[in-house]
Antibody
Framework: QVQLEESGGGVVQPGGSLRLTCAASGFTFSDHAIHWVRQAPGKGLEWVALIWYDGSDKYYVGPVRGRFTISRDNAKNKVYLQMSSLTLEDTALYYC????????????????WGHGTLVTVSS | QSVLTQPPSASETPGQRVTISCSGSGSNIASNAVNWYQHLPGTAPKLLIYGNNRRPSGVPDRFSASTSGTSASLVISGLQSEDEADYYCASWDDSLTHVVFGGGTKVTVL
């Protein structure tokens, strides 16, 4: 079936780095943009990053720009989120989500979500 | 502070109607599609409405939505206990060049 699965979360010290992976299955991965969305403890959903279906375009929310890098390997059906210079404010459950449209990404409609991977930044 | 503004909470008795508002601006709601998500604790968010007012297959027609100018609304008719969840609006923002979410509205079924 159509699914996404995140991995790579864990506990990291402030200033550290972590790489999250989003593995896809059950659909034509190369047709869809993929987004990362996070939820800090007790807070709402926050969009983090977007990578176009072919990797040609990438977008980031302000607080992570310059620190996070999104990439994808369509041959492996995977998207990555490389996170560096992590701060306490990056502590959150990180979800990857599929953009509903094919060959699009500006709609903000995410029809398939993973269950999330927890990132905890703590000294 | 979220770019899209939602009331933090809403409540109603079973069978009644709840309306959740989402206020934005010319660079998001007025220019781009609005989408709505239902999020139950411990689960992945679920796409409830896309393209302003379209329901994915499997979403009951008790859920409906509309937009007008810089605002959007989600209506839950015939409220049921399983509708108790957090609801978020989201849209692309042309100025910020990224997706923006509302702060979320917690719906309680009394």
């Amino acid at each position: 079936q159509v699914q996404l699965e995140e991995s790579g979360g864990g506990v990291v010290q402030p200033g550290g780095s972590l790489r999250l992976t989003c593995a896809a299955s059950g659909f034509t991965f190369s047709d869809h943009a993929i987004h990362w969305v996070r939820q800090a403890p007790g807070k709402g959903l926050e969009w983090v990053a977007l990578i176009w279906y072919d990797g040609s375009d990438k977008y980031y929310v302000g607080p992570v720009r310059g620190r996070f890098t999104i990439s994808r390997d369509n041959a492996k059906n995977k998207v990555y989120l490389q996170m560096s210079s992590l701060t306490l404010e990056d502590t959150a459950l990180y979800y990857c989500a599929r953009d509903r449209s094919e060959h699009g990404g500006f709609g903000g409609a995410f029809d398939v979500w993973g269950h999330g991977t927890l990132v905890t930044v703590s000294s | 502070q979220s770019v899209l503004t939602q009331p933090p909470s809403a409540s109603e008795t079973p069978g009644q109607r709840v309306t959740i508002s989402c206020s934005g601006s010319g660079s998001n709601i007025a220019s781009n599609a609005v989408n709505w998500y239902q999020h139950l604790p411990g689960t992945a968010p679920k796409l409830l409405i896309y393209g302003n007012n379209r329901r994915p297959s499997g979403v009951p027609d008790r859920f409906s939505a509309s937009t007008s100018g810089t605002s959007a609304s989600l209506v839950i008719s015939g409220l049921q206990s399983e509708d108790e969840a957090d609801y978020y609006c989201a849209s692309w923002d042309d100025s910020l060049t990224h997706v923006v979410f509302g702060g979320g509205t917690k719906v309680t079924v009394l």
